[in-house]
């Protein structure tokens, strides 16, 4: 049987070549990704401190550029590195360690399969919002883990799927968008607050050209969690001008940890 990051669905809605994508620009960018892989490691490795946590999953692993993952499998008795797909490197890479599993599945609480079946739903958006069925389900993550580390995923989550029905779909409404986006953070906050964990996610993308002009998204639709400890940083995201083209793309990011 296929596993789930081998079905159709998940390389038609471009997860794979997404991966493929933040590969390459890490091969460009390396030097200016160093601090932001650095603080996110380090943010991570500083988690949990005098709580008795054994279990640990890593929600959106993907390639472990930001994962310190020889140090966690020394503190940890388990780590589940949970993500829509595994590259076939990472599989490899993670084998020789006895206590490290993987998982394929939808981080989003069935996002994708919702998504993928509105891609030819157009004639249902005259009489409704149709992105208001959506009714997410928790992940199910094997062997019940103590706590998670939600790894620059969170608006990703959202980003990949409303992307996917933009070009699919286009009668989906800019309002509808956002209420769409704002329930699969919140539903991903709420799933993971229920255990102690820690999140690291992008919130903020600057556009910057080379006449200075620059112009600020907001990625976060949504409150974060509370958190007994944060920080946030500057993420050099993509200096070379390609995803935007001609512009240097800057992230702010926040990591936060709760108990
Ligand atoms: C920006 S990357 C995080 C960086 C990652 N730790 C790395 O080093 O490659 C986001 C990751 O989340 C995964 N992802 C995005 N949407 C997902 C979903 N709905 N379910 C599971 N994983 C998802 C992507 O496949 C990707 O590996």
Known sequence: MKSFGEKKMVRKMGFIADQAGIMNRYLRERDHWKTHLQNTKQFILDCFDGKKIRHLAILGSGWLLDLPLKELSDKYDHIT???VCHPAQIVKKTEKYNNI???ETDLSGGGMEFCWSLRKAKGEHFSK???EDFEPQK???PGKPDAYISLNLLNQLDILLVDYL???NGRITGGEIKKFRKAVQEFHLDWITEKPGCLITDVQET???SDGDSEEKKLIYTDLPK???STEWTWDFDLSGIYHEG?????KVQALEWD
């Open 247 to 251: 512009y240097e793309t800057r992230m």
């Open 81 to 83: 590195l949970a993500d």
């Open 227 to 229: 958190a007994t400890r």
């Open 139 to 141: 992940p199910k993550i």
């Open 129 to 131: 919002y149709i992105l």
């Open 101 to 103: 599993s993987l998982i």
């Open 166 to 168: 933009k070009k699919k």
């Open 207 to 209: 556009i910057l050209n």
